[in-house]
């Protein structure tokens, strides 16, 4: 399958990639390249081509020939999105919506969208679904559920949507994220040996490693189409929600001589547990090979391997927050999130 994948620098985009060539399809991969310093360790050997391109920039060329587009490329987490709300829905919502268009009308049939379980927010159930009412809490939220509601209607015989609605991702990636509750915990816990918690630690939250995300979009792609058509699927195992709380404890059990420590009750009210039991019926053959514990341990190896140091765990590129406000402060993107014409550097 000709698959164009947006995001392949990304977080999760750097896991998918090697794992849909290894499968054999067909890769054409974008991504803007803000994180392109954001490179932990070298990964898997085999990385496609990538073209450095915002998704605003894409046009019908770009889809020509595509069966399917996976698209991750977007503005990631919570207080990115808060950092330029504006620009957030330019890219998240708008963005997403152009490329989906652009893709219906170059005869793509498959669009898998990469959307998130934060769109359920504050959750008054025991447990969401898919069908539960969502309460996003942020820009980046917000923009999850004004996606979905668009694509939606665009659904008919020839161009087929599935959204993907992720738990709270984690687990080693050679473009390394440390602002992500798991690997923030893991990575302090290598360099200060201590988890100071700020809030009490109460709030749920539904974890899932970043490869178990890759093989949830490869299942989607090569399912049977009317199995996944415009449908909605929450990306997990209703085994892994936690308390944060118990991830710090998995966190400090697995990094010996760590300190865990919690605060009051934080000022962010976000706690949701969520059901995973769709995607095993629409998608049988998935399940989740990882757990916090597992996935803790998989960082601890990576950070004896590389000697993991401090300045390393909070260089701008592993956080998106710092990196773009790092781009942002040194003039190399302007207020639109553009980057800047890079002659003056060549000077």
Known sequence: MKILVTGTEGYLGSLLAPLLMKTGHEITAIDTGFYKSGWLYNGSPMTPRTVNKDIRHLNSADLHGMEAVVHMAEL?????????????????????????????????????????CSVY??????????????????????????????LKPMADNTFSPTYLRNATAYGASPRMRFDIVLNNLAGLAWTTKEIKMISDGTPWRPLVHGLDIAQAIIRVLEAPRAAVHNETLNVGDTRHNYTVREIAEVVGEIFPGSQVSFGEQAADNRSYRVSFDKI????????????????????????????????????????????????????????????????????
């Not at 708008?94 to 998130?116: H, I, P, T």
């Not at 008054?124 to 980046?140: C, F, G, I, K, N």
């Open 76 to 116: 990631s987490n919570d207080p990115t999105g808060e950092l330029a709300p504006d620009i957030t829905y330019d890219i998240n919502h708008k963005g997403s919506v152009r490329l989906a268009e652009l893709a219906k009308a170059a005869g793509v049939s498959r669009f898998v969208y990469m959307s998130s």
């Open 121 to 150: 927010g504050i959750a008054q159930a025991e447990y969401v679904t898919e069908e539960s009412p969502v309460s996003p809490q942020t820009a980046y939220a917000v923009c999850k559920t004004l996606v979905e509601r668009d």
């Open 280 to 347: 095993r019926r629409v998608l049988p053959d998935f399940n989740c090979r990882w757990d916090a514990r597992r996935g803790a341990q998989q960082l601890r190896s990576v950070f004896e391997q590389i000697d993991m140091t401090p300045e390393t765990f909070a260089s701008p590129g592993f956080t998106r927050l710092k990196q773009l406000e790092h781009l942002i402060r040194t003039q190399q993107i302007d207020q639109n999130f553009f980057w800047k014409n890079g002659t003056s550097l060549q000077q």
